[in-house]
């Protein structure tokens, strides 16, 4: 009995903490790559993306691993083009 009642505080309290946490502030990260792991991580991706689309997979399954991996690509992108837009200019 005794267990049982520690085990329900253990979920509550699990529980109470992921709601708390959940309503934090947006955080922000920056991973920093060289151009040729930026390159061989994206490629890797359209390798993913060949593989899934010849898979015996579900359709629906399909779909989702592939808007997955397209979404992940296009954010590569965008951040690399930020990147880059953000490097000032060097005067010679």
Do not use: W
């Amino acid at each position: 009995m005794k267990n049982s009642k520690n085990f329900l505080k253990g979920i509550f309290f699990g529980m109470s903490i992921m709601c708390l946490t959940a309503f934090t502030a947006e955080k922000i990260f920056t991973l920093k790559f060289s151009e040729v792991d930026i390159n061989k991580h994206y490629q890797k991706l359209s390798l993913i993306r060949q593989i899934v689309d010849n898979s015996n997979l579900s359709h629906q399954d399909v779909v989702f691993v592939t808007k997955s991996i397209d979404s992940l690509q296009a954010e590569i992108v965008n951040q690399v083009k930020v990147q880059v837009d953000q490097i000032p200019p060097t005067k010679k």
